[in-house]
């Protein structure tokens, strides 16, 4: 006897989970995982071995390192709530990256210690401002493709 949930209904569902990370998906996921391990292991030596010294800026890597985690567990997950869920997430850390960016930039005395978004990640190559951008429009287009094929005509085109 067939367990609910198996066949083609399975099937289904694991396509539209791993549409996340084919062809450019894969790279923006490698890159998020590379960024959760570089912010993660950043904020916690900073954390154990220097808070004092600079509690807002140690705080903030580590709230860059949460999202990174975030986003990269959501691309993995796969699914329309998980795409949902990590398009809101970089664009919280987008907004993060411009808002620390600029105070860092425009009042450097209040960070003493370097964040993964201080001058908009000028340390990570600025790739915290630009990874967000993306993987927002990778985000937007994937949605586009797993649109169900009775939503469109037969260009691709979404009907009305």
Request: proline letters at 5%; glycine letters at 10%.
């Amino acid at each position: 006897m067939a367990e609910p949930g198996t066949g083609a209904q399975q099937t289904k569902q694991t396509k539209q989970r791993t549409r996340l990370v084919q062809g450019p998906g894969l790279l923006l996921l490698w890159l998020y995982g590379v960024m959760s391990v570089g912010a993660v292991s950043r904020s916690v030596y900073q954390i154990l071995t220097d808070y004092d010294s600079a509690p807002l800026a140690h705080t903030l890597s580590a709230v860059a390192a949460v999202v990174y985690a975030f986003i990269t567990y959501t691309l993995v997950r796969g699914g329309e709530t998980a795409r949902r869920a990590a398009l809101v997430c970089c664009a919280a850390e987008l907004a993060g990256v411009l808002v620390v960016g600029t105070w860092t930039v425009v009042e450097p005395s209040a960070f003493p210690d370097s964040t993964v978004w201080s001058a908009y990640g000028m340390g990570y190559l600025f790739i915290p401002v630009v990874l967000p951008i993306t993987g927002m429009l990778w985000l937007r287009r994937s949605r586009t493709d797993a649109a169900q094929p009775a939503d469109r005509d037969g260009r691709g085109v979404f009907r009305k």
